[in-house]
């Protein structure tokens, strides 16, 4: 239980970084002024308030234990350490891996291994595939589904842009 409270709370701490980093952004853009370092510098202490303090169960947002697999209506990898499934218009829920998940690339497929009676639960798996070359798909490494957290659409086009930001500051180190 505290395994997934803290999985939980480190998906929760980083969808609040984003958040963060893009109202930054907005109101940079919207003062049309250079980022300083100072600003830097808050954001970061923002962070580490955000990361230090103990979670309390408010901080936790709709995390069911299993997804009814008939009510999937698209998977989004986003990248080897996060999916989401998308339910309804506006229903999403986000799997955030502890570590990377081999083989898990945004555009290619994967497979969900549902435990059994149509659902998809917390311990279930998923898989990234491989082309085995001769046309077929061979199953990759499976990586254990610790958790599933309710975002909204808004929530996931931030982290696409947070990760995104993230990925170009580590190419251009």
Same mark, same amino acid.
Request: glycine residues 6%.
């Given at each position: 239980? #505290? ?8 998906? *929760? ?11 930054? #952004? ?6 049309? +002024?250079? !980022? ?12 580490? =308030? ?5 979670? =309390?169960?408010?901080? $936790? &947002? ?9 009510? /999937?209506?698209?998977?989004?990898? #986003? ?8 339910m309804s218009r506006k229903e999403y829920y986000l ?14 497929? /994967?497979? $969900?291994?549902?435990?059994? &009676? ?7 798996? #998923?898989?990234? +595939? $491989? ?12 990586? &254990? ?6 975002? &909204? ?6 982290? !696409?842009?947070? *990760?995104?930001?993230?990925?170009? !500051? !580590?190419?251009?180190?």
């Open positions: 239980m #505290i395994v997934r409270f803290k999985s939980a709370f480190k998906s *929760l701490a980083f969808l609040l970084v984003c958040l963060a980093a893009t109202i930054v #952004i907005a109101e940079e853009v919207d003062s049309n +002024t250079p !980022k300083t370092a100072a600003s830097d510098e808050a954001v970061d202490l923002s962070v580490e =308030e955000i990361l230090r303090r103990d979670p =309390e169960q408010k901080d $936790y &947002s709709k995390a069911p234990r299993c997804l009814q697999t008939q009510r /999937i209506r698209s998977v989004d990898v #986003i990248d080897d350490r996060h999916v989401a499934f998308r799997v955030q891996f502890d570590h990377r998940c081999p083989g898990l690339r945004r555009g290619k497929p /994967i497979i $969900y291994e549902p435990g059994g &009676s149509g659902r998809l639960c917390v311990l279930d798996g #998923i898989r990234a +595939t $491989y082309d085995n070359g001769l046309g077929g798909l061979q199953p990759g490494m499976r990586c &254990s589904i610790n958790g599933f957290q309710s975002v &909204s659409k808004e929530q996931l086009v931030l982290l !696409k842009d947070a *990760l995104k930001v993230e990925r170009r !500051k !580590k190419k251009s180190s």
